[in-house]
């Protein structure tokens, strides 16, 4: 199959290198001419410089050049992108084409996740949007890339739709699973980077492993707490797509999240985390969405509020956590 994939950072180009090895024509698009060239001259990406990419990915800065022909088409750009990109596509997809999002976060604005986005702005084109299919799971792009063994989940309200998509990146390094609940593994996906700066903050400050341990693991309740409020299936929240995503998030050298909450730990503003980090912190973007939706649905989200008065209010980590541990005393069996 020719599977096309907008979006040429990390995630989409190891998401490239998966499929191509299991034999799919892969077109690339980036919107980025520097981006494109590079790829296209050397067979690497400049942020994963242990991978050599396989033969017959094709890099092209022409959007239709990448939908045409294809039979499934992959949003992968970060997700304040997702919206202009998606609405730029519109005009190539074609109905028969089954249309995936492996992109993570919640737009500010609208309280949307990636799929809801791209099935507004393609509405018209004849693409069901009970048929789109999001993509999530412990997947950090360096290790899929390599050929590590891990697994993604393809969620879709479609059962064909997301068996054909979960055939496509099977392999015996990558084990695919199916989800018919969309919108839980886009929470997921979208919320646990909050979490992960969490971890890092409380890394950085030095506070030890069952300080992170603790955070992780509140850290999902809340989560699924705002997923239940809101529809979601309970289980969702401690699979894959949910534990499974925010393990790897809260813990691996490679989660920018994680390394962004170290640094503010460590006494940096999160402007100066994020330039030095030099890429896309996608649970910054999720901070506002996360933390209307709470008001909106009147879930308590205690953990997400501090990461949000932390990075958005300026507020010095150490008060912070200490008002977190002086809460009263819940039941840890009430989600």
């Known amino acids: 199959m020719k599977i096309g994939i907008l979006g040429a950072g990390t995630w989409g180009t190891a998401l490239a290198a998966l499929l191509a090895k299991n034999g799919h024509g892969v077109s690339l698009w980036s919107a980025l001419p520097e981006e494109a060239e590079q790829l296209k001259s050397t067979g ?21 050049e990448a939908i045409c022909g294809a039979g499934l088409v992959i949003f992968v750009t970060p997700s304040e992108f997702i919206r202009p990109t998606a609405a730029r596509a519109a005009a190539h997809i074609e109905p028969h084409q089954i249309v995936a999002s492996a992109a993570k976060g919640i737009e ?21 949007p009970k048929a789109l299919v999001a993509l999530s799971g412990p997947t950090h792009a360096e290790e899929v890339a390599l050929g590590l063994p891990t697994s993604i989940v393809a969620a879709s309200e479609n059962e064909e739709a997301a068996l054909t998509v979960a055939s496509l990146f099977s392999n015996s390094c990558m084990r695919a699973y199916v989800n018919s609940d969309v919108r839980g593994v886009e929470l997921c996906g979208a919320l646990k980077n909050i979490i992960a700066i969490a971890a890092g903050i409380c890394h950085g400050i030095e506070f030890g492993d069952n300080a992170k ?27 894959l797509s949910g534990i499974g995503d925010l393990i790897v998030t809260c813990t691996s050298r490679h ?8 640094l503010i730990g460590k006494g940096l503003t999160y402007e100066e985390a994020q330039r030095e980090i030099g890429m896309v912190v996608e649970g910054y973007h999720a901070l ?29 980590p150490y008060p912070v956590i200490r008002e977190l541990m002086t809460r009263g005393i819940k039941d840890e069996s009430v989600i």
């Not at 500010?108 to 084109?125: H, Q, R, V």
């Not at 341990?213 to 239940?228: D, K, N, Q, V, Y």
């Not at 506002?288 to 300026?314: C, F, W």
């Open 108 to 128: 500010k604005e609208t309280l949307m996740t990636m799929t809801e986005i791209i099935s507004e702005e393609i509405d018209g084109c004849g693409v069901s």
């Open 255 to 262: 989660s920018r999240n994680n390394r962004c909450g170290e």
């Open 288 to 316: 506002e969405a996360a933390v209307e939706l709470s008001q909106k649905h009147n879930v308590e989200m205690p953990i997400t509020q501090a990461v949000y008065d932390v990075i958005k209010r300026g507020r010095s």
């Open 213 to 239: 341990a603790m955070l992780m693991t509140r850290g999902m309740t809340e989560i699924a707490r705002l997923g239940i409020a809101m529809g979601c299936e309970k289980s969702t929240f401690y699979g």
């Open 44 to 64: 690497r990406h400049r942020n994963l410089p242990e991978v050599i990419l396989p033969h017959g990915i094709e890099y092209t800065l022409d959007i239709a």
